[in-house]
């Protein structure tokens, strides 16, 4: 009876320390991140895993789980079929990832590209790059609409917008000042990933001005009263 106490006391430590797999940014190096989020749908937990190379091609892979996913656990991710593409070349490549507390591994398993394949080994979680302060969140734009129907500019804690159409999870974040900050940014563009960088630069009437990497010119948008 004392043995059998024993033993069950040594598992309870481990099975109290399980905890679900922290969101966010995963770093390896200055070139390679990756981005983990989730949503629910239908009472299931779905995964998605933005393989972000900064000097090179990007990924995306998938996974669903009936169960939030827990640090310990190995799970399968693959690259999701495109509504947009007639051919994938990497279409149903799968990548093993080992969570573990604020780390993970990665390791391509089969029909991927060299693409995936560059995102072999080992990342840490970045709390840095995974979460803007709260002093740069907002919204800004389209005041003269309700504010229900609006499509703003705006930054969250972990995701955004340069133009209130198209969004980005944020994978990178660099303080320049008080009043600027660059985001990098983890976009998929009709199953197309990329990463763009956006400054967003706080002027004193509660305006931003907003300057994104692919365009020449900066927009202001004014901050609403509401």
């Not at 004392?2 to 109290?16: D, E, G």
């Not at 190379?53 to 656990?73: C, E, L, R, Y």
């Not at 070349?89 to 604020?102: D, I, K, Q």
């Not at 919204?139 to 340069?162: H, I, M, N, V």
């Amino acid at each position: 009876m004392f043995k059998k106490a024993l033993v069950m006391f040594s598992i309870l430590p481990l099975t109290a320390m399980a905890a679900p797999v922290a969101e966010g940014t995963y770093v390896s190096g200055s070139n390679k991140r990756v981005h983990l989020s989730s949503f629910d749908y239908e009472g299931s937990k779905h995964y998605e895993l933005f393989l972000a190379n900064m000097i090179g091609d990007s990924s995306f892979v998938t996974t669903s789980k009936a169960k939030p996913i827990q640090d310990n656990q190995t799970v399968v991710f693959t690259v999701p079929e495109s509504g947009y593409l007639d051919y994938q070349s990497n279409l149903g490549c799968r990548v093993e990832v080992a969570f573990s507390p604020n780390e993970i591994q990665l390791k391509n398993l089969s029909n991927c590209t060299s693409t995936e394949k560059a995102f072999n080994g080992s990342y840490v979680y970045s709390k840095q790059s995974s979460l803007v302060p709260k002093k740069y969140q907002g919204a800004w734009g389209e005041c003269e609409y309700p504010k229900a129907s609006r499509q703003s500019a705006f930054l969250s804690d972990s995701t955004g917008s340069s133009n209130g159409t198209q969004y980005f999870q944020v994978i990178k974040v660099e303080p320049y000042s008080s009043n600027l900050l660059s985001i990098t940014g983890a976009f998929n563009y009709e199953s197309d990933p990329v990463v763009h960088t956006v400054e967003y630069q706080y002027l004193a009437d509660k305006s931003v001005r907003i300057k994104a990497d692919w365009n020449d010119s900066a927009l202001t948008y004014k901050k609403c009263r509401d």
